[in-house]
T-cell receptor, first 116, second 115 residues
Framework: AQSVTQLDSQVPVFEEAPVELRCNYS??????LFWYVQYPNQGLQLLLK??????LVKGINGFEAEFNKSQTSFHLRKPSVHISDTAEYFC??????????????FGSGTQLTVLP | GAGVSQSPSNKVTEKGKDVELRCDPI?????LYWYRQRLGQGLEFLIY????????KSGLPSDRFSAERTGESVSTLTIQRTQQEDSAVYLC?????????????FGQGTRLTVV
């Protein structure tokens, strides 16, 4: 089984400032990693994913994340945030095909609030 | 349709009543997930369907919860004898397969309020 820890439940940041949302995971098998965003009163949508290859992945809306296997982390970053980035962000992990688990496991979420 | 469709979008029910929530996945998606999201909390896995395999029910919180899926199409989540702690947004997601690589697409959710 795998688990995901999002270390910050709330992250306030001023507009145009950089932001990092932290995510750590644990798993006994290889994993795939995802970041999803949930805007107010909407469903979740995929921001980016790491499957294999380059450890730095770029997603939509200027977000990127870096997979660090030794630290079992997948932190999400954006160099300059906008008011419209205000949302809940969820980190998720699923087991690679060699594993037995099938479902996505989500972290508890980080509420990013961008202040004017 | 183009996306995952859930109905109803909102449901208010009296404690003790049964409710049925519906999910229409994206056509061709063999994997289907149900999650529960309580206010201010993360997503809690409930159940997973993959093709004709036996569903993974390991996340269902009690025997009042059950779900069915007809082939690779519609799924219904049923909650019997609802309790106030069942109040939450119930999210359905579908994906192309169970290899974990593929993105899960989420519906808008059903907001259930038990009064």
């Amino acid at each position: 089984a795998q688990s995901v820890t999002q270390l910050d439940s709330q992250v306030p940041v001023f507009e145009e400032a950089p932001v990092e949302l932290r995510c750590n995971y644990s798993s006994s098998v290889s994993v795939y990693l995802f970041w999803y965003v949930q805007y107010p009163n909407q469903g979740l949508q995929l921001l980016l994913k790491y499957l294999s290859g380059s450890t730095l992945v770029k997603g939509i809306n200027g977000f990127e994340a870096e997979f660090n296997k030794s630290q079992t982390s997948f932190h999400l970053r954006k160099p300059s945030v906008h008011i419209s980035d205000t949302a809940e962000y969820f980190c998720a992990v699923s087991a690679a095909p060699s594993g037995s688990a099938r479902q996505l496991t989500f972290g508890s979420g980080t509420q990013l609030t961008v202040l004017p | 349709g183009a996306g995952v469709s859930q109905s109803p979008s909102n449901k208010v029910t009296e404690k003790g009543k049964d409710v049925e929530l519906r999910c229409d996945p994206i056509s061709g998606h063999t994997a289907l997930y149900w999650y529960r999201q309580r206010l201010g909390q993360g997503l809690e896995f409930l159940i997973y369907f993959q093709g004709n395999s036996a569903p993974d029910k390991s996340g269902l919180p009690s025997d009042r919860f059950s779900a069915e899926r007809t082939g690779e199409s519609v799924s219904t989540l049923t909650i019997q004898r609802t309790q106030q702690e069942d109040s939450a947004v119930y999210l359905c997601a579908s994906s192309l397969g169970d290899r974990g690589r593929t993105e899960a697409f989420f519906g808008q959710g059903t907001r259930l309020t038990v009064v």
